[in-house]
């Protein structure tokens, strides 16, 4: 026996024995789905239940009998025992969209050479599963028009029958239902060794997704509904086996509750939906046909907001022009009698400029200088000036160099750097902005009329 899978039914049996004799097994809500792929290391929150094959006996349900599921003609005495156990670990949780199931079973001989027809699906005949969903949780006798069987065979193969109207009134099988149903789901089948020979194999797995929308269920916490989860095990090649119609002398079936037939609802598994979406989920289920609007509106109004900030950010880094600013406010008068706080400050704040006037001042500096944050020292270069900071320093540092030019004291370099810039070409073109005018045509301009 595998240790493995002792251990994952020990630890399995633990949330089914705190659930006590109640027999409704909880399945978990999870907002996050999973990629059907056949790989399980994505799977964070489920519910799991072990169980195992009946090896070499058929065990049939009370009051009913087993050979009314099979051909009249079919001989029970021709069956073949399985050549090993079979461990199944069956999983299940849910969200909104799907319900999403998945079964690992442990079996060492993997077989599945019946394709069938359209008019005759097999896929029962291979080594496979089954999942039948009781959607209202009537556990009526038989299986009705809410009654859905999904089988999945481990080449993938599907087919989806669903309880028959007419054949339940009709009364004559003990399985009423029809196939060939037009029911949208998603699977995916990993296996672990070789298909139809005789080496010995290790597992195989098998991932669903169902959507709800697909069984006609709106899906809400504490829903109940029966399931019957089934596998069909295949150890022996169609050469060594009789198969008589829908039945095979190999074909070994059982279910989670010990049963090798099944199809009756009265006798599946009761479950409860618990756990419930979160407030995001809620709010997008509640405004999803809004959501394109709201989009919309969202990325317009985002646009227009940018686009003025942008704007904003782009006059306000703009360097002004001398003779669009007042310069009396640039450096107020030494007077200080009439000079509002703002002016004050703005008065302190050229004279550290001035005085520093060789560093590579920043706006954080000047306005640590004066005692005051960086976000007081922009509101009053912005309400006083409609200037930056930056914008604020680099201004009286052209006036300081335009006269220092205009006093011959230097060429336009040693102008450049006597007022921290590090760079002359850069000095001239900022220079030339502010003034519309070169240095070095300043130089002249003011040489002809001295």
């Known amino acids: 026996m595998n240790i493995k899978f002792l251990l994952g039914l020990l630890i399995s049996a633990l ?30 929150k489920y519910f799991e239940y072990s169980f195992r094959d009946t090896l070499n006996r058929f065990t049939t349900l009370t009051n009913l009998k087993l050979q009314d599921t099979y051909p009249k003609n079919f001989d029970f005495k021709k069956l073949r025992f399985p050549k090993s156990r079979n461990n199944v670990i069956f999983r299940a949780f849910w969200n909104k969209e799907n319900f999403y199931c998945a079964f690992i079973v442990e079996d060492k001989h993997l077989f599945a050479e019946h394709h069938g027809r359209i008019d005759k699906p097999q896929v029962h005949l291979n080594d496979g599963i089954e999942l039948y969903i009781d959607t209202q949780n009537e556990a009526s006798p038989k299986m009705d028009v809410n009654d859905y069987q999904f089988l999945i065979d481990i080449r993938n193969n599907s087919e989806v029958f669903k309880g028959d109207l007419k054949e339940i009134l009709a009364d004559t099988l003990a399985v009423p239902k029809d196939y060939a149903q037009n029911i949208l789901f ?67 079936p059982f279910n989670w509750s010990g049963y090798s037939d099944f199809g009756y609802p009265k006798f599946w598994k009761e479950v409860a939906f618990v756990g419930s979406p979160n407030w995001f989920e809620v709010i997008s289920e509640k405004y999803k ?93 912005r309400s006083e000036l409609n200037l930056t900071p930056t914008n604020y320093i680099c201004v009286i540092k052209l006036n300081l160099a335009a006269e220092f030019l205009k006093e011959k004291k230097g060429n336009v370099a040693d102008a450049a750097y006597e007022f921290g810039f590090s760079d002359p070409s850069y000095f001239s073109k900022t220079f030339k902005k502010h003034f519309e005018i070169s240095p070095t045509e300043f130089i002249k301009k003011n040489s002809k009329k001295a």
């Open 15 to 44: 949330p089914l024995l705190a659930q006590g004799n109640t027999h409704l097994y909880e399945i978990p809500y999870y907002h996050n789905g999973v990629k059907i792929d056949g790989n399980l290391d994505d799977w964070e």
């Open 186 to 252: 998603h699977s995916s089948v990993k296996i672990y060794g070789t298909l139809n020979d005789e080496k010995e194999d290790s597992s195989y797995v098998i991932e669903i997704a169902i959507p709800f929308a697909a069984i006609g269920v709106e899906p809400e916490t504490g829903m109940k509904m029966h399931l019957d989860v089934c596998v069909n095990d295949i150890d022996y090649p169609n050469s060594q086996t009789v198969t008589v119609e829908e039945a095979s002398t190999a074909m070994w």
């Open 289 to 381: 046909s809004q959501w394109a609007a709201i989009y919309i509106a969202t990325v317009f109004i985002s646009l227009i907001l940018i686009s003025f900030l942008l704007y904003r950010a782009y006059k306000l880094r703009q360097l002004p022009r001398r003779k669009d600013l007042k310069l009396n406010k640039i450096v107020p008068p030494e007077e200080e009698e009439n000079l509002s706080v703002n002016e004050k400050i703005l008065k302190r704040a050229s004279e550290i400029i001035i005085q520093k006037k060789s560093e590579p001042l920043r706006s954080e500096d000047v306005s640590r200088e004066l005692g005051i944050s960086l976000r007081t020292f922009q509101r009053i270069t």
